[in-house]
């Protein structure tokens, strides 16, 4: 099975904490890629981050930084110090070679409260 | 650069009528594209892959009579959604793959449609 498992539906932090989004995938592929996705109340996606799944090194940009485990098939993203315009719903996606189309994940609604 | 834009954002339409969404790569050649639909508090669903000069390649359960695509340049697709019903309402996006990075896709900023 091909999917991309964000099992939280729904998060609420209050300013400068610190929140982590899981991502868990599945994939038969051996060559694919992850992204990760906010999309502001306006609508639109705005792209964070991809990873191919050959590097495995974390990233870190600015208070974003990423978790990648193929051991356990998870792709898990943090926010540091996270402020109110960080509040959106963020997707996780893959994409897959041998299909070369991208699936999301339903998506974690991030709320943070001032 | 690598910019896509959709239109219209919004659109209210009557039961029974079509209506057109396009979605135009501005500054880069997209041979491929993406159309995916986003129910209210969900995530999104690919509807079709569109290629350039090519007939659109349908997921599972996407009526093709019902959404028309056409991909007639190498920088525009449209969604036809005809003889739309209410439960058509929703949210579309479309995507286009930019070449200058690999696997690297580019949404536009969506279209909201009502269907009255």
């Known amino acids: 099975a091909q999917k991309v498992t964000q099992a939280q539906t729904e998060i609420s932090v209050v300013e400068k904490e610190d929140v982590t989004l899981d991502c868990v995938y599945e994939?038969?592929?051996?060559?694919?890629?992850l992204f990760w996705y906010k999309q502001p109340p306006s609508g639109e996606l705005v792209f964070l981050i991809r990873?191919?799944?050959?590097?495995?090194q974390n990233e870190i940009s600015g208070r974003y930084s990423w978790n990648f485990q193929k051991s356990t098939s998870s792709f898990n993203f943090t926010i540091t110090a996270s402020q109110v315009v960080d509040s959106a719903v963020y997707f996780c996606?893959?994409?897959?070679?041998?299909?070369?189309?991208?699936?999301f994940g339903k998506g974690t609604r991030l709320h943070i409260l001032p | 650069g690598a910019v896509v834009s959709q239109h219209p954002s919004r659109v209210i339409c009557k039961s029974g009528t079509s209506v057109k969404i396009e979605c135009r790569s501005l500054d880069f050649q997209a041979t491929t594209m993406f159309w995916y639909r986003q129910f209210p508090k969900k995530s999104l669903m690919l509807m079709a892959t569109s290629n350039e000069g090519s007939k659109a390649t349908y997921e599972q359960g996407v009526e093709k009579d019902k959404f028309l695509i056409n991909h007639a340049s190498l920088t525009l697709s449209t969604l036809t959604v005809t003889s739309a019903h209410p439960e058509d309402s929703s949210f579309y996006i479309c995507?286009?793959?930019?070449?200058?990075?690999?696997?690297?896709?580019?949404f536009g900023s969506g279209t909201r449609l009502t269907v009255v």
């Open positions: 994939t038969r592929d051996t060559t694919y890629y």
């Open positions: 990873r191919n799944s050959f590097d495995e």
């Open positions: 995507s286009a793959r930019n070449p200058r990075h690999a696997y690297g896709y580019t």
């Open positions: 996606a893959l994409y897959m070679n041998r299909d070369d189309k991208i699936i």
